[in-house]
């Protein structure tokens, strides 16, 4: 055994408070109060399904993660929100239209006594968007003291010992790290003066440090990934990580390239097109969140694949993506890939993919684990980014020198071997010449 952490018990009832309570915010909520009730099962999840193995293969001790790590119980989260339109979350849940009118109606008083608080939003960000539920303050200073305010209220209204913040909100216009994002005191200033580049989901993630609490960031906009706000939370030990839920075709793309590659296989062109008629896809038909969305898809090939390493192979594919609007199909994207990809001496075949997935019902358990495995770092004292859970995003954050790792597999490892290290047991490095004889002479 190694030294293990000091982790705090999961005593009390978590909090879990969710910015946007969209496809992804109700599909998360209504799905925990239907596996509470027993009516569904948490297919999807790693916290809930995976288990992972300990020791040797021979010792046979494969625990089921929620029993190895000290995670907060289904049982005792309790949902809150922010969202633009007044809607329970039941009404927010049928507009939705991911679960079916028989699991919503399910948990009706569940999901009907969640009303959104107000939330901090500005239409420069999300220009598709408009809604009434929305805070006023002179400042984005003073929009965020409110948001502290609502978590600190929410806390003790609700009895909780923790909270987690998620951001499941519309993806915000593409702004770039500045000097402004540099250092606290800096940004607490634009925050003052209404800077531009002070978008609202950095206003909850600054909201969510002071209060002392974790926050996810399941979209591509920036929000946490900004070097003021990752070092204010490795300074007060709060967990931060990001970005954009990995469901989709970005998940299908790290499932297949690291095989390709595994394999030397090379790759000459990846094209990837999408239908899909949610309000998601209405704000992303926008060019400004488009943007955003793109940066977080296109950056998954090349730091699988390593042209730099590999130019014979990865040294001139293109990669394109492109997502359309297509109302009749809400939730239920339908997506296509085109893989070019050569084999011995040169030969060219195709892969081609068809996915027809439901991007929420991919996105809800992977919301899930994030908000139980941050506040599991909480306790374990783990401040700042959280590269282990690189598993669940498209644009995994890391610190600024390091690349982000996308292979799903290494991914895993990663996620696996840290809960491993966490409870003081031995790093599985898959060696395996122990069970074997080969070095016996020696
Ligand atoms: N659906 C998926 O599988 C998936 C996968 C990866 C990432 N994402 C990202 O997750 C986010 C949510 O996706 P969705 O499908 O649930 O979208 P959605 O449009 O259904 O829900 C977003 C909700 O956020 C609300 N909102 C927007 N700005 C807000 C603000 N400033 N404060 C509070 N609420 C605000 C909107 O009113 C809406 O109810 C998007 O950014 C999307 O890109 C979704």
Redesign the pocket.
């Known amino acids: 055994m190694e030294h293990r952490h000091e982790i705090a018990p999961a005593e009390g009832k978590l909090g879990v408070l969710v910015?946007?309570?969209?496809?992804?915010?109700t599909t998360l909520i209504g799905g925990v109060h239907l596996i509470r009730k027993g009516i569904a099962k948490p297919i999807g999840s790693v916290t809930q399904m995976g288990t992972i193995r300990l020791g040797k293969r021979t010792d046979n001790r494969t625990p089921q993660i929620k029993d190895f790590v000290p995670l907060a119980k289904l049982d005792d989260l309790v949902f809150g929100g922010?969202?633009?339109?007044e809607d329970t979350a039941y009404e927010?849940a049928k507009h939705?239209a991911v679960l079916s009118n028989e699991h919503i109606d399910a948990v009706k008083t569940e999901l009907q006594a969640l009303r959104p608080m107000k939330?901090?939003?500005d239409q420069n960000y999300?220009r598709r968007?408009n809604?009434p539920n929305v805070k006023s303050g002179a400042t984005k200073y003073d929009l965020a003291m409110q948001l502290v305010d609502d978590i600190k209220t929410f806390k003790e209204k609700n009895g909780c010992s923790r909270i987690v913040v998620l951001w499941?909100?519309?993806?915000e216009t593409f702004i770039r790290v500045g000097d402004i994002h540099r250092d606290l005191k800096t940004f607490e200033a634009a925050m003052k003066s209404n800077h531009a580049d002070v978008a609202?989901s950095m206003l909850y993630c600054w909201a969510a440090l002071q209060a002392g609490v974790p926050f996810i960031n399941?979209?591509?906009n920036l929000s946490a990934d900004v070097p003021c706000l990752y070092q204010l939370a490795k300074e007060r030990k709060i967990p931060v990580c990001g970005k954009?839920?990995k469901?989709?075709q970005t998940l299908m793309k790290t499932i297949l390239a690291p095989g390709l590659k595994a394999r030397m296989l090379g790759l000459s062109g990846w094209f990837s097109t999408n239908i899909l008629g949610?309000?998601?896809g209405e704000?992303l038909d926008d060019p400004g969140s488009f943007k955003t969305?793109e940066e977080s898809k296109l950056s998954v090939l090349d730091t699988i694949l390593r042209p730099d390493q590999f130019p014979d192979l990865y040294g001139d594919y293109t990669h394109l993506v492109r997502i359309n609007y297509y109302p009749p199909r809400g939730d239920n994207k339908e997506g296509w890939d085109n893989i070019d990809i050569f084999g011995w001496l040169g030969y060219p075949m195709q892969i081609k993919v068809n996915f027809l997935c439901r991007?929420?019902i991919?996105?809800a358990p992977v919301a899930l684990d994030l908000v139980l495995f941050n506040d599991l770092a909480q306790r374990a004292g783990m401040g700042g980014i959280q590269e282990w859970l690189s598993f669940f995003f498209?644009s995994p954050m890391h610190l600024e020198g390091l690349y982000p790792e996308h292979d799903l597999f290494i991914q895993q490892i990663k996620m696996k071997n840290t809960l491993r290290y966490l409870m003081g047991e031995t790093l599985i490095t898959h060696l395996g010449v122990e069970y074997y004889d080969y070095f016996e002479d020696r």
């Open positions: 910015v946007g309570l969209g496809a992804v915010g922010w969202d633009i339109f927010a939705a939330a901090v939003f999300v968007l809604g499941a909100a519309s993806t609202p399941g979209a591509p954009d839920f469901t989709g949610n309000r998601d704000v969305k991007d929420s991919l996105a498209k």
